[in-house]
C-alpha cells in the first residue's frame, strides 16, 4: 500500500488513506488486478465506512461524542477528531451516519465554522491540522518534556460545564439568560451556541 504524503494533503488524509485502502484489501481483494484500473463507487462508498469505522470504532466514538454534549458543532467535531488524530471530516462522516437533527449536518458545520472563524473552509482546509510525526508505524509514548509541544486548545474545552448548561436550559430548570450568565456569554453568543447544539 502506498500513501501519498505529499505536504499539502494533509496528515489526517495520509491516515485516511491509508485505513481506506487496507479496507479495500480485506472487503475487495479482488479488485487488485493490475488489468483493472475502474473504480467502482459502491467499494469507495465501503472503503470510506470501513475507515471511519477502523479509526473511530463505534463505543470509543460515541462514549468521546457524547461528552461534548453542550459545546458548539465546531468544538465537538474539533475535539473529537484530535482524540482519533482523524480529519473534521472523519468525524462529520461517522457522525451523519446516526445524525437525525435537522438540516444538513455538513452544511450546518460548515455555517457555524463559517460564523465562528469569519472564513469558510476550503477543500484542503483541516482546522487544527496534526504534524507529520502523528503519521508512523507505532505511537510510543511520548517524553513528558515534549507533552506541551503536542496540546492544542481544542484540548482544554471544558465540556461538562457546557453540557451541564445544555441539559439545564433543555429540561426548563434554567433559562437561556442564566445559561449565558453561567457560561459567561453574552445572551447573542448563548443564542448561537444554543443554535449550533445537535442532538
Known amino acids: 500500500m502506498v500513501v501519498n504524503t505529499w505536504e499539502r494533503i494533509s496528515v489526517e488524509r495520509w491516515i485516511f488513506t491509508a485505513a481506506h485502502e487496507f479496507g479495500h484489501l480485506i472487503l475487495h481483494n479482488s479488485d487488485y488486478n493490475v488489468d483493472h484500473t475502474d473504480e467502482e463507487e459502491k467499494h469507495e462508498e465501503d472503503a470510506n465506512s470501513f475507515a471511519a469505522a477502523f479509526l473511530m470504532p463505534d463505543v470509543p466514538f460515541q462514549k468521546e461524542w457524547n461528552e ?62 496534526l504534524v507529520e510525526d502523528a503519521f508512523r508505524a507505532s505511537f510510543p509514548e511520548e517524553s513528558s518534556a515534549g507533552e506541551p509541544d503536542k496540546l492544542s486548545s481544542v484540548d482544554f474545552i471544558q465540556d461538562r460545564l457546557f453540557g451541564l448548561v445544555r441539559k439545564a436550559i433543555e429540561q426548563d430548570k434554567i433559562s437561556l439568560d442564566r445559561g449565558a450568565e453561567v457560561l459567561g456569554f453574552s445572551l447573542q453568543d448563548m443564542r448561537d451556541l444554543a443554535a449550533s447544539w445537535i442532538g
Open 68 to 129: 461534548t454534549y453542550g459545546l458548539a458543532l465546531v468544538d465537538c467535531v474539533s475535539k473529537v477528531k484530535r482524540i482519533f488524530h482523524v480529519s473534521y471530516r472523519t468525524v462529520l462522516y461517522r457522525h451523519a451516519a446516526s445524525y437525525q437533527g435537522p438540516g444538513n449536518i455538513w452544511a450546518r458545520f460548515h455555517l457555524d465554522f463559517r460564523r465562528r472563524y469569519g472564513r469558510t473552509l476550503l477543500r484542503d482546509d483541516e482546522p487544527q491540522a
